[in-house]
């Protein structure tokens, strides 16, 4: 999943946090849905931005049929990163 550039060019000068709930097609690997939840790109352009560019990853496909992950992601000045964490 080659995300990372684009959550980049969606954030411009927007410095935050926010996780975004993904829900992947298991056989395909093809994201069905991405929802930014919470943080300080909730309901922004920035954050319809990075849902448009997350809804167009491709995950590896899987024998389940369906598989919900949370993209927990930080733009700031001194710290950038993006940790996957998987929904129980």
């Known amino acids: ?10 954030a411009g000068d927007m410095l935050g946090y926010s996780r975004v709930s993904i829900v992947v097609a298991g056989p395909t690997g093809r994201v069905t849905s991405a929802k930014v939840i919470d943080g300080d790109y909730a309901g922004t352009q920035e ?5 448009r560019a997350v809804m167009r990853a491709v995950f590896p496909e899987c024998a389940r049929l369906e598989l919900t992950i949370v993209l927990r992601f930080f733009l700031d000045s001194e710290e950038t990163g993006i940790e996957v964490c998987k929904i129980p």
């Open 47 to 51: 954050g319809a931005c990075i849902e």
């Open 1 to 10: 999943m080659k995300v990372y550039p684009r959550f980049l060019a969606c």
